[in-house]
T-cell receptor, first 116, second 115 residues
Framework: GAVVSQHPSWVICKSGTSVKIECRSLDFQATTMFWYRQFPKQSLMLMATSNEGSKATYEQGVEKDKFLINHASLTLSTLTVTSAHPEDSSFYIC????????????FGPGTRLTVT | AQKITQTQPGMFVQEKEAVTLDCTYDTSDPSYGLFWYKQPSSGEMIFLIYQGSYDQQNATEGRYSLNFQKARKSANLVISASQLGDSAMYFCAMNQRGNNRKLIWGLGTSLAVNP
């Protein structure tokens, strides 16, 4: 089956620093990737949709200058949390989809970010 | 507006018994897809089952089946012969109008399987 990896799986950073999270599709080409955040015991909240080679589309209320998304290749998308603050602490999950299926998407294992 | 409702915050089931997790949806589109995902404590989202709105039969995948009642706009997940490893959060989702892969999520149901 299709495999999506995320790196790192967890990260602790100091307030004011930036942190980059990578999402890779290991065995397929991902034309579209999605970035979600999830607070404890809550549902997933879509942050943005990224298509390879073009700018990401952010959901309403998500600061594009704070959450920088780069989908530079068909197997890699990155989310950079800039000038992180404690309220950015969350579980970040990516998912990836290819053109071979009209509805399937494959989720990464998630990255737990803690900002101190 | 499109919406997914899961009314059971938590459910308990005895090992080896069947359990039904409820999901209702709201959409005015004739074409849509419904999904169920499992999220264990490790955090990964595991795809379980998919039902297209035009599918004539209820979807089944091993011990998982989807009880699709279109007129009632419900898409309940049935897990047969529950196992301890089924303890997890379960999310129902629907793809958004105009974008088959953009999902609208329910709030989830926490399932605990008792030995």
């Amino acid at each position: 089956g299709a495999v999506v990896s995320q790196h790192p799986s967890w990260v602790i950073c100091k307030s004011g620093t930036s942190v980059k999270i990578e999402c890779r599709s290991l065995d397929f080409q991902a034309t579209t990737m999605f970035w979600y955040r999830q607070f404890p015991k809550q549902s997933l909240m879509l942050m943005a949709t990224s298509n390879e080679g073009s700018k990401a589309t952010y959901e309403q209320g998500v600061e594009k200058d704070k959450f920088l998304i780069n989908h530079a290749s068909l197997t890699l998308s990155t989310l950079t949390v800039t000038s992180a603050h404690p309220e950015d602490s969350s579980f970040y999950i990516c998912s990836a989809a290819s053109d071979s299926s009209s509805y399937e998407q494959y989720f990464g294992p998630g990255t737990r970010l803690t900002v101190t | 507006a499109q919406k997914i409702t899961q009314t059971q915050p938590g459910m308990f089931v005895q090992e080896k018994e069947a359990v039904t997790l409820d999901c209702t949806y709201d959409t005015s589109d004739p074409s849509y897809g419904l999904f169920w995902y499992k999220q264990p404590s490790s955090g990964e989202m595991i795809f379980l089952i998919y039902q297209g709105s035009y599918d004539q039969q209820n979807a089944t995948e091993g011990r998982y089946s989807l009880n699709f009642q279109k007129a009632r706009k419900s898409a309940n997940l049935v897990i047969s012969a529950s196992q301890l490893g089924d303890s997890a959060m379960y999310f129902c989702a629907m793809n958004q109008r105009g974008n088959n892969r953009k999902l609208i999520w329910g709030l989830g149901t926490s399932l605990a399987v008792n030995p």
